[in-house]
Antibody, heavy 115, light 112 residues
């Protein structure tokens, strides 16, 4: 069974970097696409970006040059780094596999940006 | 960016009745290969979002046939026939045809 699990700090200070890990079991990240999605307080959902089976990436332009998604295929993990965070980045962050849709999701990690 | 406009914002439905959610796109979601990358997700309280429908009308594995997706071009609909208690939550449409990928604003389904 495909399982994803996010990990990382739940509290980040403004202007610092947010770093999250998505650990995948039951399926290789060298296949398909692997994304980061966040849900803000309220209902708004935002696709942040993805890393493909080949390691290529695509990012939401709204995040400009602040975002980076990388991977470690030996550990079957992929990572999110978001730089220069503000309180507007407070959200629950999810990693997910994209096949014909985001068919497997992690449980999500709530990240608060606050001093 | 493609804007997906979902209506209604919230929906209160009696158990056993039908619910219908509309998703209108600011651009056609038909890709150059003829496929339409329009999906529907449900986020139940306290859970991660789950895929219901992909490619406009294809139910994901394990999704009951009460969930029916339809539409084309810029207009899409999710119908839930015979609403059950476990259907409550927030429904989102999502498009992966155009970069950046975008979600609709969500429709909250409540049970009367």
């Amino acid at each position: 069974e495909v399982q994803l699990q996010e990990s990382g700090p739940g509290l980040v200070k403004p202007s610092q970097s947010l770093s999250l890990t998505c650990s995948v079991t039951g399926y290789s990240i060298t296949s398909n696409y692997w994304g980061w999605i966040r849900k803000f307080p309220g209902n708004k959902m935002e696709w942040m970006g993805y890393i493909s089976y080949s390691g290529s990436t695509s990012y939401n332009p709204s995040l400009k040059s602040r975002i980076s998604i990388t991977r470690d295929t030996s550990k079957n993990q992929f990572f999110l780094q978001l730089n220069s965070v503000t309180t507007e980045d407070t959200a629950t962050y999810y990693c997910a596999r994209y096949l014909r849709g985001f068919d497997y999701w992690g449980q999500g990690v709530m990240v608060t940006v606050s001093s | 960016d493609v804007v997906l406009t979902q209506t209604p914002v919230s929906l209160s439905v009696t158990l056993g009745d039908q619910a219908s959610i509309s998703c209108r796109s600011s651009q056609s979601l038909e890709y150059s290969d003829g496929y339409t990358y329009l999906e529907w997700y449900l986020q139940k309280p306290g859970q991660s979002p789950q895929l219901l429908i992909y490619g406009v009308s294809n139910r994901f594995s394990g999704v009951p046939d009460r969930f029916i997706g339809s539409g084309s071009g810029t207009d899409f609909t999710l119908k839930i026939s015979r609403v059950e208690p476990e259907d409550l939550g927030v429904y989102y449409c999502f498009q992966a045809t155009h970069d950046p990928l975008t979600f609709g604003s969500g429709t909250k389904l409540e049970i009367k």
